[in-house]
T-cell receptor
Framework: NAGVTQTPKFRVLKTGQSMTLLCAQD?????MYWYRQDPGMGLRLIHY???????AKGEVPDGYNVSRLKKQNFLLGLESAAPSQTSVYFC????????????FGPGTRLTVL | KNEVEQSPQNLTAQEGEFITINCSYS?????LHWLQQHPGGGIVSLFM???GKKKHGRLIATINIQEKHSSLHITASHPRDSAVYIC?????????FGAGTRLTVKP
């Protein structure tokens, strides 16, 4: 099992460009999450999904959109990147929400110039 | 004030020392998680607990629900334990993370 994978691992964007980050899990988990991690701050939830076809906003959703067309995939989109979105992005999945062990992807380091 | 506070922020220890990292939270929770993030960036779950104490190898995690406090202990620390340790609290609605404790264990 690959667990949780993320693509790409690194990306540099110019302000205003768009991109999509892909998260895939092979554990048949219902719940999937996108977090961002910034220096000196804890992980912050951007969006999450409680199942195929569903998404919900987390703590810091502005500037991001998500889709979960297939149970195993959770996509994070940046429509018009801003320097404030420079961060490391982690995807995670779990069997239970909040009380279940979360399995994290390796992260995507995004720089917006 | 953050909902999840960890202390210390940074910790340097000599190999073999006993390590304690603390986590206090201010919200109602269903479970508390301890995570480890290695210098390469990957995050792994160490423990999930809702009461009492759990042990895995040299790592011990405890939680006091009444005091809203948890501790992560590392016995006989080793340089390979050097990492950022993250406390997170989960409820049915959300999961909130502490800023992490950076541990460096010197040989």
């Amino acid at each position: 099992n690959a667990g949780v994978t993320q693509t790409p691992k690194f990306r540099v964007l110019k302000t205003g460009q768009s991109m999509t980050l892909l998260c895939a899990q092979d554990m048949n988990h219902e719940y999937m999450y996108w977090y961002r991690q910034d220096p000196g701050m804890g992980l912050r939830l951007i969006h999450y999904s409680v199942g195929e076809g569903t998404t919900a906003k987390g703590e810091v959703p502005d500037g991001y959109n998500v889709s979960r067309l297939k149970k195993q995939n959770f996509l994070l989109g940046l429509e018009s990147a801003a320097p404030s979105q420079t961060s490391v992005y982690f995807c995670a999945s779990s069997y239970l929400k909040g009380v279940g062990t979360q399995y994290f992807g390796p992260g995507t380091r995004l720089t917006v110039l | 004030k953050n909902e999840v506070e960890q202390s210390p922020q940074n910790l340097t220890a000599q190999e073999g020392e006993f390590i304690t990292i603390n986590c206090s939270y201010s919200v109602g929770i269903s479970a508390l998680h301890w995570l480890q993030q290695h210098p390469g960036g990957g995050i792994v779950s160490l423990f999930m607990l809702s009461s009492g104490k759990k042990k895995h190898g040299r790592l011990i995690a405890t939680i006091n629900i009444q005091e809203k406090h948890s501790s992560l202990h590392i016995t006989a620390s080793h340089p390979r334990d050097s990492a950022v340790y993250i406390c997170a609290v989960g409820s049915s609605n959300d999961m909130r993370f502490g800023a992490g404790t950076r541990l460096t264990v010197k040989p």
